[in-house]
């Protein structure tokens, strides 16, 4: 379930259940909207997020989990 709040979003891994956040600009949480309304692919809506950000975001999957699935790395932007 994504949480929203002080454009902090919140959200719990489907695999490890550990909460990860994120806080986004202003605008950043505007076009996060606008991607889970359906105005397109991730990539082109959230171009300033890196991949492991934006994966987050599509998935839930926190940092460690995507480490091990996809071997993408860390960001600090995650928490």
């Known amino acids: 379930?994504?949480?929203?709040e002080?454009?902090?979003i919140k959200q719990?891994?489907?695999?490890?259940?550990?909460i990860t956040h994120?806080?986004?600009?202003?605008?950043?949480?505007?076009?996060?909207r606008w991607y889970l309304a359906g105005g397109g692919p991730i990539?082109?809506?959230?171009?300033?997020l890196n991949r492991v950000e934006r994966e987050f975001l599509k998935s839930g999957y926190c940092v460690k989990?995507?480490?091990?699935?996809?071997?993408?790395?860390?960001?600090?932007?995650l928490y």
């Open 1 to 4: 379930m994504i949480e929203i």
């Open 6 to 8: 002080d454009n902090v």
């Open 12 to 18: 719990e891994c489907g695999i490890c259940n550990h």
């Open 22 to 32: 994120i806080k986004l600009t202003d605008d950043e949480l505007e076009a996060y």
């Open 43 to 48: 990539q082109e809506c959230l171009p300033t």
């Open 65 to 77: 989990c995507q480490k091990l699935l996809f071997d993408n790395g860390e960001t600090k932007r």
